[in-house]
């Protein structure tokens, strides 16, 4: 049973800074990329930075020079830290890992349960 639990979200103001953790666990081979997606209310989900097993990254044009996404594999985790924030930052944030639980069968997409993240003006 794989699981990814997020932490970090919160209430923060306008130009404040969160950090955003999860940490995957439970039987897991490896892991390919990893990111994060946000969801706001009567709005689509949306990709807010992706991380790859090698490290490279890409970011939402919204989010480019503000957020930083960085991944520990050693503790299959990964890291958003948000500067700079924006009441319209404001949305439930959900960890998502494309991983493997044994290494001949393809990897498969796993979600969070999500934290609420929310800058008030």
């Known amino acids: 049973q794989v699981q990814l639990v997020e932490s970090g979200g919160g209430l923060v103001q306008a130009g404040g800074s969160l950090r955003l953790s999860c940490a995957a666990s439970g039987s897991i081979f490896s892991i390919n990329a990893m990111g994060w997606y946000r969801q706001a209310p009567g709005k689509q989900r949306e990709l807010v930075a992706a991380i790859s097993g090698g490290g490279t990254t890409n970011y939402a044009d919204s989010v480019k020079g503000r957020f930083t996404i960085s991944r520990d594999n050693a503790k299959n985790t990964v890291f958003l830290q948000m500067n700079s924030l924006k009441p319209e930052d404001t949305a439930v944030y959900y960890c998502?890992?494309?991983?493997?639980?044994?290494?001949?069968?393809?990897?498969?997409?796993?979600w969070g349960q999500g934290t609420q993240v929310t800058v008030s003006s």
């Open positions: 998502n890992a494309d991983l493997k639980v044994v290494y001949y069968r393809p990897a498969v997409n796993y």
